[in-house]
C-alpha cells in the first residue's frame, strides 16, 4: 500500500497537528478563530475540547464556535489550492499536499493507510477527527460533512474491532484466572501416595482412551480442540469441556488423556466398570487420576463406591487422586461450616433407623439448612446416601465397598500433600 502514496517533501512529512496549526495561522480570519480551530482539535497543548466546551470557554453559542470553525476549514483549504495554483510554497498547500498523499482518491484503501499514518503520528488530534480531516482536505471536491461520512463506515469497524479486542482480553483474563484456582485446586487437594509414579515421556505420549463417548445411545460427546494435544478431545458435560479446557491453559499440565482407563468396582454385590474422567501428566512426570463431579452429586453413595475403587486403583499405581470440578475439590465440601444443631440432629435421626424424604426436609426446614450441608456431614461421618428412593443411614459395618477407608484417607490427607 505505501508504494501508491506519493513521496512527501520534508516540509509535508512534519507531524498532521503541526501542518494543521500552520495553516490555521496562515489562512484563519482572526485570532479568535484560530483559538477556535486550536482548542477543538487540541493544537495548544490542552487536549481537544468538544464544541460546547469551546463554545462556554469563548462565551458563544455551540452553533456559533462549529459556524467559524466550518469557515477555518474552508479557508485553509480554499488557500491551499490558490498557493498551488500560484506555484507557491506554502502551509496550506503542505497540508493539501500531504492530506491527498495520505487520503486521497487515488489511494487504494486510503482509510487503513491515513490510519496507519496517523498511528505513527505524534500530533495530539483524536484520531477520528485527524481521519475526517485528511478525508476533508484529501479531495478537492469533499466537503466537511462528506469527509466525515466517507471515514465513518471505517472509524465504526475500529471502534467494534478495539470492543471485540477488550472482550476477548476480559475473556482471556477470566479464562486465565479460572485457570489459576484449578492449578490451586490440583495443588492442595490432590492426594498422592507418598512414591509417587513417574512417567516416562513414551508412557505418556502413549496414552490412549479406554472407551469412546461419542453419541452412541450411552454418552454424548462434546468436542474440544486441543491445541495442548494437538486432537479432539471428547468430553461427556460440559464440567468435563470446561475442565479439560483449563487443563490446555495449565503450564504445569505436559498431556492428559480422557477416559483413560477401566476400573471394576462392586455395589449391592453385583461387579460393575468404571471409566475415570481423565489423567493428568504433569511436567515432572507426575500423574493425576481425576474424577470429575458436580458437587451436589459427590455425596450419593455410588458415586462413593466407585471413587473408593479409584483411590485403590491410585493407590497401586502411584498416581495422585483428585475428586472435584474446576471450582472445588472434595474436601472443601468436607470441611463445609453447617448450620448448629443441624449436624447433632442429622446424626442422631440415622441412628438405628433410615431417614426418609420427608423427615429429611423436615430437619432441613428446622435448621435452615441446605443439601450442601447435609453432603458436608455424609462425608464427615460415612453417612450412605441413596436417591431413588431416598435413603440416608449409617454404612454397615463390614463396609465391604471401601467407603469409609476412601473418606478417612480423604479426611486425613492434608493439603498439598
Known amino acids: 500500500m505505501a508504494d501508491n502514496v506519493p513521496a512527501v517533501t520534508d ?52 452553533e456559533r464556535v462549529r459556524q467559524l ?3 477555518a476549514l474552508v479557508r485553509m483549504k480554499r ?10 510554497g506554502g502551509p496550506c498547500a503542505a497540508l493539501l499536499r500531504h492530506a491527498e498523499g495520505v487520503a486521497g482518491p487515488h489511494v487504494p484503501g486510503w482509510q487503513q493507510a491515513a490510519w496507519e499514518r496517523l498511528k505513527d503520528d505524534p500530533s495530539t488530534i483524536p484520531p477520528d477527527k485527524a481521519m475526517g480531516l485528511l478525508a476533508y482536505f484529501g479531495a478537492p471536491n469533499r466537503n466537511r460533512r462528506q469527509a466525515e461520512a466517507a471515514v ?20 482471556q483474563a477470566r ?11 490440583l495443588d492442595r487437594y490432590t492426594v498422592w501416595r507418598a512414591s509417587p509414579r513417574v512417567l516416562t515421556p513414551d508412557d505418556a505420549r502413549n496414552l490412549r482412551p479406554a472407551r469412546s463417548v461419542r453419541h452412541d445411545g450411552a454418552g ?16 461427556e458435560s460440559l464440567l468435563e469441556h470446561r475442565f479439560f479446557t483449563l487443563l490446555d491453559l495449565l503450564a504445569t499440565v505436559d498431556r492428559y488423556q480422557e477416559q483413560p482407563c477401566r476400573i471394576e468396582y462392586r455395589l449391592d454385590g453385583w461387579s460393575r466398570p468404571y471409566h475415570p474422567d481423565v489423567l493428568i501428566v504433569l511436567r515432572d512426570g507426575r500423574t493425576i487420576l481425576a474424577e470429575l463431579k458436580p458437587a451436589h452429586q459427590v455425596a450419593l453413595f455410588p458415586n462413593l463406591v466407585k471413587w473408593a475403587a479409584l483411590a485403590r486403583a491410585c493407590e497401586e499405581w502411584g498416581f ?4 472435584g470440578g474446576d471450582r472445588y475439590a472434595v474436601q472443601q465440601i468436607l470441611q463445609r461450616p453447617v448450620p448448629g444443631g443441624f449436624e447433632d440432629a442429622l446424626l442422631a435421626a440415622v441412628d438405628g433407623h433410615v431417614v426418609r424424604w420427608q423427615e429429611y426436609e423436615v430437619l432441613l426446614r428446622r435448621f435452615d439448612a441446605d443439601h450442601q450441608a447435609m453432603a458436608a456431614i455424609v462425608l464427615r461421618h460415612g453417612l450412605e446416601l441413596r436417591l431413588g428412593p431416598f435413603r440416608l443411614s449409617r454404612l454397615p459395618s463390614n463396609d465391604e465397598e471401601g467407603v469409609g477407608s476412601l473418606l478417612a484417607r480423604l479426611r486425613a490427607a492434608g493439603p498439598g500433600r
Open 152 to 171: 465513518e463506515p471505517f472509524l465504526r469497524e475500529l471502534r467494534e474491532e478495539a470492543r471485540r479486542t477488550r472482550r476477548e482480553a476480559r475473556e
Open 11 to 62: 516540509e509535508e512529512a512534519r507531524p498532521f497537528g503541526e501542518l494543521l496549526f500552520a495553516a490555521c495561522l496562515d489562512a484563519a480570519k482572526n485570532e479568535r478563530q484560530c483559538l477556535i480551530v486550536a482548542r477543538h482539535y487540541g493544537l495548544d497543548g490542552d487536549g481537544w475540547q468538544s464544541l460546547a466546551a469551546v463554545a462556554a470557554s469563548l462565551d458563544l453559542s455551540r
Open 79 to 88: 488557500r491551499g489550492s490558490s498557493q498551488r495554483r500560484d506555484g507557491n
Open 69 to 71: 470553525l466550518d469557515d
Open 220 to 235: 454424548l460427546a462434546l468436542p474440544l480442540d486441543s491445541a495442548k494435544l494437538g486432537r479432539e478431545v471428547q468430553c
Open 175 to 185: 479464562w486465565a484466572d479460572r485457570a489459576a484456582r484449578l492449578q490451586g485446586l
Open 320 to 323: 495422585g487422586l483428585f475428586i
